[in-house]
């Protein structure tokens, strides 16, 4: 009877186990031929967002839904692959992509809880449900998860499924990848990761929100313990290991944007903006990698250089009193959704911090930080705010408890009171012989102020315009010994177009005849609008466009001489290229190349060169007397101050427009064009005395005392066709006797034109013979 029983059951059990293999055959028959095609892992291409980097390869911004950096398995440290094995399968190497035993050990998991509280999904499934499934709960995608697993296992190695697992998983904070994640949760590159930074990432597969070490960082320590003890029971780590990584603090950034050390916002904008107009929307997710021309530390000496300058203008001027005030419950709990939504609205500008008082007095002021610190703020911290503590100021200006500051750090952790500038500045430095922009800073905080001032604000250059109507006379035969007279102008208002015009000198004075070289060293804007009249505003504005300049910015008037058209900062530095390379029109050039996520190069620069291919623009004599007229702006004119960087190779020219509404300075030596802009968004004068000298050249000279030093001095030999001659300092005629000399184009023929004043009738000519070609004015 046993027997029969046996036989029975045998009977029965074997019948079972062939209609469940014909069964499970039958249904592998018709999934099989519905799995898709592994195409997607064998040609990978993930969204791989744009990457904007400099010329040194620093990365400068990045833009795309998916973060991700994509890494080789060759590349990833052996901490990291053991921490994701003992997480979510260790058995990896040894399955054939489902593994068994997880799948009982699961399964009677489940039935003694009587819920489903473990799975059995290995590396291989997930990879397949990653890439062609939903995360659907019902047994058909089980089925195609598993047939899935089988037929990537087939295909692909070990190594690679894990590689496309590690590039591909989604771990929280936008990041697809463990590189990526390394960066964004701990500014760490994968392949310097330390064990317990590894087992966190390690633990955010299973859940990447409730295991986020930002926001949910409790749950996050849990899951890395266990981790670690996993990584501990495998034998990938010591006891002694595991001691240590449990209790290793970890330094987890609360900002999880990837960390970009360079400040280029502007520029990675402007890069952006390039690649979208050509690929679209592709732009995000194709993995293109923008090469820029920006140098690291041009960049930096650039930005520094701007806050700076906008700073010190800004402290001149006063502290206009908090940004606003809030008030503050008693209960220490009730004041934290307040201090978030002040810091919201008032985000840190860098090292320029917001803080909400919580105490003041005229000796010491207390304040709380957006993450939490307190600044305590006492003695020359508070010099600059000293009347906004006394309570005599208006309680609107007044800081007191619950006010809204600033405070800036110095490097010994003392805290200052400032404030916010109002006022705008640009930067842009560009290397004159093929134009590549070394470092761009279009604004204080590109995320106050979009609007990129470089390229985009069209304002008056003022005096800084003037070399150019100088360079324009040059061609018409005045020298810089021409000697021009430094008296009133007076248009009548029939003349003026209804308006008598009587422009003046900035100082005011009239100093009588003097040189042209004189003049535009001292800047003198009589001169200028004698010199003018004299080649004609029609000339100046056809002559003008051969520096880049749009001729119809700068309307043919009187007034052309003094900057009252409008330019950029971009083409006040393309235009005194002109100048600093020997002659030669250059255009500015940002992105070197660009490259897709394999490194192949889609597109790449090719500019023009000075000397070799690029337009010559004017003539290399023209362009060797105007540097050497604006080495002396910066010797013994406006630009005096220049003489601080003890360097005998510069040049350039200030500028100030009426009513100090906008100040430059535009300098360069044979290496590097910088121009330095400050003004308001809304013109406005910037206040008594704000001239280019006094506000954008600490700007230009704070640049450039970083970005040359170390650089040897070079002074441009003279071109052929030059010649130094004796000359008379009062009269500017040739003088054999005189001490004092000055450059002349040798073989000069004068171009007329027919709008050419006859010499007789020029404005303010010195008296005398036409002794020499070379010293007349035609």
């Known amino acids: 009877m046993l027997k029969r029983w046996i036989l029975y059951i045998g009977s029965v059990a074997a019948g079972l186990a ?119 709960k019902t047994m ?115 900002n999880s944007r990837e960390p970009i050390s360079i400040h280029a916002e502007y ?54 009193g908090p940004e606003g005030f809030v008030n503050l419950p008693a209960d220490a709990a009730e004041q934290e959704p307040v201090l978030d939504r002040v810091f919201q609205d008032h985000p840190d500008s860098d090292n320029i911090l917001a803080a909400v008082v919580l105490q003041a007095t005229p000796q010491e002021v207390r304040a709380v930080l957006a993450d939490g610190d307190q600044a305590v703020v006492s003695g020359s911290g508070l010099k600059f705010v000293q009347r906004a503590l006394s309570d005599k100021t208006p309680v609107n200006q007044r800081i007191r408890p619950g006010a809204i500051v600033r405070v800036t750090r110095d490097d010994n952790g003392h805290y200052a009171i400032t404030q916010m500038p109002l006022a705008e500045a640009a930067f842009v430095s560009v290397r004159p012989q093929d134009g590549a922009i070394l470092a761009l800073v279009g604004g204080f905080d590109f995320a106050r102020n979009e609007f990129n001032h470089v390229t985009q604000a069209f304002r008056q250059p003022g005096s800084s315009f003037k070399p150019f109507i100088y360079s324009a006379a040059l061609e018409k035969g005045f020298t810089p010994a021409t000697v021009i007279n430094d008296a009133p102008f007076f248009v009548p208002a029939d003349q003026a177009g ?73 083409q006040m530095a393309t235009a005194y290229s002109v100048f600093a390379n020997g002659g030669f029109r250059i255009t500015p050039y940002l992105i070197a190349k660009i490259t897709d996520s394999h490194g192949a190069v889609l597109s790449e620069a090719k500019p023009a060169v000075a000397g070799k291919d690029a337009e010559q623009a004017i003539d290399p004599r023209n362009a060797f007397i105007m540097n050497s007229l604006l080495h002396d702006v910066v010797t013994y004119g406006t630009g005096a101050r220049v003489a601080e960087l003890k360097r005998s190779d510069l040049a350039g020219k200030t500028g100030t427009t009426n009513e100090d509404v906008d100040a430059w300075f535009c300098g360069y030596d044979m290496a590097k064009v ?70 002349f184009m040798t073989e000069f023929t004068p171009r007329r034109s027919q709008d050419a004043l006859a010499p007789a009738t020029v404005p303010g000519a010195a008296p005398g013979p036409a002794h020499d070609v070379r010293n007349q004015l035609f």
């Open 140 to 254: 058909s995608r089980k089925l195609r998860e598993a047939l899935l697993a089988w037929k990537i296992e087939a295909n692909f190695t070990k190594d690679e499924i894990l590689e496309l697992y590690i590039n591909q998983i989604y771990l929280g904070q936008r990041a697809y990848g463990f590189a990526a994640a390394s960066q964004i949760y701990f500014g760490t590159p994968l392949e310097e990761v330390t064990i317990p930074e590894a087992a966190m990432l390690a633990g955010l597969p299973k859940a990447p929100s409730a295991y986020n070490p930002i926001t949910n960082p409790r749950r996050a320590r849990i899951r890395q313990q266990y981790v670690l003890r996993r990584m501990r029971d495998l034998h990938y780590i010591t006891d002694d290991q595991w001691r240590e990584a449990q209790n290793a603090p970890l330094n987890v950034r609360q």
């Open 674 to 743: 910088g121009i330095a802009w400050i003004g308001y968004d809304q013109p406005k004068t910037l206040g008594t005395a704000e001239t280019g000298a006094r506000a954008a050249l600490p700007i230009w000279m704070s640049y450039m005392q970083r970005a040359l030093k170390g650089v040897p001095q070079d002074v441009p030999a003279p071109p052929a066709g030059v010649v130094s001659v004796p000359i008379n300092p009062d009269t500017g005629l040739r003088d054999d006797s005189s001490t004092l000399s000055d450059w």
């Open 267 to 320: 520029v990675a904008e402007m890069a952006r903006q390039v690649v979208f107009e050509a690929y679209g929307d592709e732009t995000y997710t194709r993995g293109i990698t923008v090469w820029t021309t920006i140098h690291r530390s041009d960049q930096d000496a650039a930005y520094a250089a701007v806050r700076r300058g906008l700073v010190d203008y800004d402290q001149r001027h006063g502290y206009r």
């Open 498 to 570: 209804g308006e008598a015009w009587e422009p003046k000198n900035y100082d005011g004075r009239f100093d009588g005849p003097m040189r042209l070289r004189m003049a535009l060293a001292k800047s003198k804007n009589l001169v200028t609008i004698r010199i003018l009249q004299a080649i004609g505003p029609q000339y100046a504005q056809d002559y003008i466009a051969r520096f880049g300049f749009d001729p119809k910015l700068h309307p043919a008037y009187l007034t052309m001489g003094l900057g009252a058209g409008s330019a950029t900062p971009m």
């Open 18 to 136: 062939i209609v469940g293999a014909l069964l499970g055959g039958f249904v592998l028959a018709l999934l099989w031929p519905t799995l898709p095609p592994l195409d997607a892992l064998a040609d990978y291409q993930p969204k791989v967002p744009l990457r904007v980097l400099s010329a040194d390869g620093d990365l400068l911004g990045e833009f795309g839904e998916e973060r991700r950096a994509i890494i080789h398995i060759g590349e990833v440290p052996d901490v990291m692959k053991h921490a994701i094995l003992a997480a979510e399968d260790e058995r990896f190497y040894q399955h054939g992509g489902v593994d068994y035993l997880s799948v009982l050990r699961a399964a009677l998991s489940n039935l003694t809880a009587g819920a489903t509280q473990q799975g059995a999904g290995t590396i291989t499934m997930q990879v397949a449900r990653n890439f062609f499934l939903t995360r659907e």
